[in-house]
């Protein structure tokens, strides 16, 4: 009994202790964030924040996984020269953009609701709304229309001029090992534990067959017949893009059964099925299995954490007219 109850009071108090040191950590460090504020547009676009929830609730309301997309964009962005709006810019005859580089090509969705929306605000205030800010809003509407947390998005990021191909190597990948991707978050600022609740995003949305092929056949830390049932899905070769949900039980719903699911050996990525492998990550997996409000919260902290990556605020950067293109 003692022993069955200790994860979750290990967690309760890794939780309460994490919280106030994120706390201490974004006063003593909060550079950016003291500048971002939640208030950044109410006098200057009051509609604005309205106006995104109505186009995103509108977007999953049509197709449940474009939530997962839209949040996805907050990390593909973020992770690259920090919150800028640059994985929104499209190719030019002098400039690679990001959409084609390796993690991103044929996997990251959602420019088009991103366009419908800024269409939207422009119409409203224009050159008044940032893409960057327009990614975190609409990143926070996803998961609350399907069914997550809330929390306060930080506003007043400006616009980058540049997109960085290369940049993109920053973003990890999911053949990485658990201190591999340790390092990924550290190298922006973020903790281990910040990298475990941040990937509970993934109990939402699909992944492709070329990603998930090796799990499912080289790997022996997974579910057998959950590696049977995906190998009806995804051929020994053939079908590269071919779709799993990422979440065994429930991808178009924001909750915690992905840490569940880890602990079945039934995570479909790689690098998923790393947070329950015997490491140090291992006890904060129990503890959001068990406690979904205490995930929720932690979720809507990290997000924010995320967020304050780097962001371009005063007059670097510009306000995109065109959220695919430098004005
Ligand atoms: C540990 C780091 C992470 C790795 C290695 C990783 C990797 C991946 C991969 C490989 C996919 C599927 C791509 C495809 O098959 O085309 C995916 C999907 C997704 N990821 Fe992550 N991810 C990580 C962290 C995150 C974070 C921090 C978020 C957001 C907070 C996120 C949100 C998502 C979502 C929502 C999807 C589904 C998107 C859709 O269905 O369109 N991931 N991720």
New binding site residues.
């Given amino acids: 009994m003692l022993l069955a109850m200790a994860p979750k009071m290990f967690f309760k108090i890794k939780h309460n202790n994490l919280t106030s040191l994120l706390g201490l950590f974004l006063y003593v460090f909060g550079v950016a964030s003291a500048q971002l504020s939640p208030d950044f547009y109410n006098a200057t676009c009051p509609g604005a924040l309205p106006a995104i929830e109505n186009v995103v609730r509108d977007a999953v309301a049509n197709e449940s ?1 474009m939530g ?2 839209l ?2 964009l ?2 593909h962005d973020c992770f690259v020269n920090g919150c800028d709006g640059s994985v929104l810019l499209d190719d030019t005859p002098t400039m690679k953009g990001e959409k084609t580089a390796p993690p991103n090509n044929d ?1 990251l ?1 959602g420019f088009d609701v991103i366009d419908r929306i800024k269409a939207e605000v422009e119409s409203l205030c224009p050159g008044v709304v940032s893409c960057a800010d327009i990614i975190t809003i609409a990143a926070r509407d996803s998961v609350v229309a399907l069914g997550g947390p809330y929390w306060t998005v930080l506003l007043g990021r400006r616009d980058s001029t540049i997109a960085n191909f290369s940049g993109t190597i920053d973003i ?3 053949f ?1 090992n658990l201190s591999g ?1 340790i390092s990924a978050f550290a190298n922006k600022g973020l903790s281990a534990s910040d ?1 475990v609740t ?2 509970g ?2 109990t ?5 067959c070329t ?1 998930f092929r090796s799990r499912i056949y080289t790997e022996d830390n997974i579910d057998p017949s959950y590696a049977a049932s995906l190998r009806a899905i995804c051929p020994a070769s053939g079908g590269d893009d071919n779709l799993a949900p ?1 979440d065994t039980e429930t991808p178009t719903v924001f909750d915690n059964d992905i840490y569940q699911d880890m602990m079945m050996e039934k995570g479909i ?1 790689h ?1 998923d099925q790393q947070f329950y492998s015997g490491g140090s990550t291992d006890l904060q997996v129990e503890g959001y299995s068990d406690d979904s409000e205490a995930f929720a919260v932690d979720f809507g902290d990290a ?1 924010i954490k995320m967020a304050n990556i780097s962001p371009l605020i005063g007059t670097s950067g510009q306000i995109r007219l065109n959220c695919r293109k430098v004005n």
Avoid at 204 to 208: A, E
């Fill in positions: 996984r997962a997309s949040l996805r907050q990390f996997s969705r990890p990948s999911p990485l991707l990298l941040l990937n995003a993934h939402v949305g699909q992944t492709r990603i990422l990525l690098s997000m």
